[in-house]
């Protein structure tokens, strides 16, 4: 089955700690994504890939860091300098269609929670 | 600066009437347009999009309207199930790319039995 496996569903931390959320995927896609969705914000772009060993900073990126170091794997660390890093996180992918295709595949999600 | 606007954050319906979420964008060089379900702590999941060459799509219950003039568009589900009962989401593109998604911010439906 393909898909996009996200790792742990949920996830406590203290303050002060970094914490990394998995993300992989079967899929053979290119790109990779990761949103934070918080209560009547809707998904808002932390960083993105679109090819192995590059990555570009979303909308958030403050307090946040990535690596592909593979095309399956977009892992994402929370670091300490996120101010509100408590939020459901979304891992994605996709093809770059050109139009036609459904867009962005997303995983199940992390919850966060940092204390 | 908001470009994909879902102005009404919930909606209630009544099973077996028709829903209609709305959408509005501001940006004119947006080209195609998806609609995401989300259940509450899943992922989002792709219903149905629509590109700016057309100005409706349809796929079963699931209509996407587009009216470029007004910058508007609008999901119609007919007839709504309880089932359909999520939070969905808006999203444009540019070019058609997947590559730099708009989501809006979302509308909770519920469909009352």
């Known amino acids: 089955d393909g898909g996009i496996t996200q790792s742990p569903k949920y996830l406590f931390r203290k303050e002060g700690q970094n914490v990394t959320l998995s993300c992989e995927q079967n899929?053979?896609?290119?790109?990779m994504y990761w949103y934070r969705q918080d209560p009547g914000q809707g998904l808002r772009l932390i960083y993105y890939?679109?090819?192995?060993?590059?990555?570009q900073k979303g909308d958030i990126a403050e307090g946040y860091s990535v690596s592909r170091e593979k095309k399956e794997s977009f892992p994402l660390t929370v670091t300490s300098a996120q101010k509100n890093p408590t939020a459901f996180y979304l891992c994605?992918?996709?093809?770059?269609?050109?139009?036609?295709?459904?867009?962005?595949?997303f995983g199940p999600g992390t919850r966060l929670t940092v204390t | 600066d908001q470009q994909v606007k879902q102005n009404s954050p919930s909606l209630s319906v009544q099973e077996g009437r028709i829903s209609i979420l709305n959408c509005d964008y501001t940006?004119?060089?947006?080209?195609?347009f998806l609609w995401y379900k989300k259940y509450p702590a899943e992922g989002p999941t792709f219903l149905i999009s629509?590109?700016?060459?057309?100005d409706k799509n349809e796929d079963g219950r699931f209509t996407v309207f587009l009216n470029k003039s007004a910058k508007h568009l609008s999901l119609h589900i007919v007839p709504s199930q309880p089932g359909d009962s999520a939070v969905y989401f808006c999203?444009?593109?540019?070019?058609?790319?997947?590559?730099?998604?708009?989501f809006g911010k979302g509308t909770l439906l519920t469909v009352n039995p």
């Open positions: 994605a992918s996709s093809i770059d269609s050109g139009g036609a295709g459904r867009g962005q595949y």
């Open positions: 899929l053979n896609h290119d790109a």
């Open positions: 890939s679109q090819i192995v060993n590059d990555f």
């Open positions: 940006n004119s060089m947006f080209d195609y």
């Open positions: 629509i590109s700016s060459i057309k």
């Open positions: 999203a444009a593109s540019v070019s058609g790319s997947n590559y730099k998604l708009t």
